[in-house]
């Protein structure tokens, strides 16, 4: 979110009430700060499941393919040798390679997934620019509601009828 108003409350309980009564009212754009995990507050902001999962399976079948095709290619195509009049293609011998690639794969994509997802390659978000968020490390509430300029007085309306402390706007216009 580019621009908007942040909220502080006092308790997590009122924090979760006022997260439900904004997205009751039509907000969309809501983001939280807390200083440890608030039960509710996933509902409340009505975030989906994560999609981390699909990028550790991705991974997997990825390091799964690698792995067995790998082994086939280099033991029955590339440099075949008869040893002992063994088949060249053995898929038993292949099972311990194909499963460390498997989870080696799998858990590099869940920490790439990771990265993505969370958006922890950015440098910049507007909502620092307000300099109050120092406090959401140690013993405040804060909920970012995304605002244009025109509608940013009635959500601060709206946010002090909710109970916050104070109300600080950020981004283009702050």
Not at 15 to 31: Q, W
Not at 136 to 163: F, H, N, T
């Amino acid at each position: 979110m580019r621009e908007g108003v942040l909220a502080e409350f006092a308790e997590p309980v009122r924090l979760v009430a006022a997260l439900g009564a904004l997205r009751r009212s039509g907000h969309a754009d809501l983001d939280a700060y807390t200083p440890h995990p608030v039960d509710g507050i996933d509902t409340a902001l009505g975030t989906p499941r994560s999609t981390l999962s699909r990028f550790t399976l991705a991974g997997g079948i990825l390091g799964a393919l690698t792995g067995y095709l790998g082994q086939w290619w280099i033991t029955a195509v590339d440099f075949p040798l008869n040893v002992g009049g063994r088949p060249l293609h053995s898929a038993p011998a292949f099972i311990p390679v194909t499963f460390e690639l498997t989870i080696l794969f799998g858990a590099l994509a869940t920490v790439l997934g990771f990265f993505l997802r969370a958006r922890l390659g950015s440098l910049w978000a507007a909502v620092d620019e307000a300099g109050v968020l120092q406090g959401a490390a140690v013993d405040q509430y804060w909920i970012a509601v995304g605002a244009s300029d025109g509608a940013r007085p009635s959500i601060e309306k709206e946010l002090m009828e909710l109970g916050a402390r104070r109300v600080v706007p950020f981004g283009s216009a702050a």
